[in-house]
Nanobody, 120 residues
Framework: QVQLVESGGGLVQAGGSLRLSCEAS????????MGWYRQAPGKQRELVAT???????NYADSVKGRFTISRDNAKNTVLLQMNSLKPEDTAVYYC??????????????WGQGTQVTVSS
């Protein structure tokens, strides 16, 4: 069994910063891509940023230049540094990982989500 546990959400004023963290644990053999997605009320879940196992990154246009994704492969952890936050960044943020478990099965795993609220 594999778990993704997120932390770091909260309430911040516009222009402020937050850092989200997500740690994968359990019967993990390896992790391919990791990423962050978000879902605002009444909207579909959308990609925020992804990072491959060798560190290549991809960002949504709306967060480029403000958010930075990174990972620590030794700790099975992915981070999202969010700067210059805007009210439109308010959403529940979900961690995702493309995992191969010790049985060599491959699946996509999601965290439980962490709320980010940016006040104007």
């Amino acid at each position: 069994q594999v778990q993704l546990v997120e932390s770091g959400g909260g309430l911040v004023q516009a222009g402020g910063s937050l850092r989200l963290s997500c740690e994968a644990s359990g019967s993990i053999f390896s992790i391919n891509d990791m990423g962050w997605y978000r879902q605002a009320p009444g909207k579909q879940r959308e990609l925020v940023a992804t990072i491959t196992s060798d560190g290549s990154t991809n960002y949504a246009d709306s967060v480029k230049g403000r958010f930075t994704i990174s990972r620590d492969n030794a700790k099975n952890t992915v981070l999202l540094q969010m700067n210059s936050l805007k009210p439109e960044d308010t959403a529940v943020y979900y961690c995702n990982a493309d995992i191969i478990n010790v049985a060599r099965s491959r699946f996509s795993s999601w965290g439980q989500g962490t709320q980010v609220t940016v006040s104007s």
